[in-house]
């Protein structure tokens, strides 16, 4: 699941929990809310976590010199 994935979960579950004031018998949909935002949480903190680790850090490279040509050893 992306990043897009994880904030449309904490969206919804915001809707369902802060939004409605739906009652059913079987499914207590505020506690649905309060799952779908922690998985969202949950998926955001993990995604950005990998994300960090794809970054790696290259250092830099001593320049080099092309020879052009020229006589052999001298540079230009």
Do not use: K
Request: glycine share 14%.
């Amino acid at each position: 699941m992306g990043l897009g994935g994880c904030i449309l979960l904490i969206g919804a579950g915001a809707i369902l929990t802060f939004a409605t004031d739906w009652q059913t018998e079987s499914v207590n949909l505020d506690l649905v809310g309060l799952i779908m935002m922690a998985v969202g949480v949950i998926g955001v903190a993990t995604f950005t976590s990998i994300a960090r680790r794809r970054r790696a850090v290259v250092p830099p490279v001593a320049p080099t010199y092309v020879d052009e040509g020229g006589t052999p050893g001298h540079r230009h």
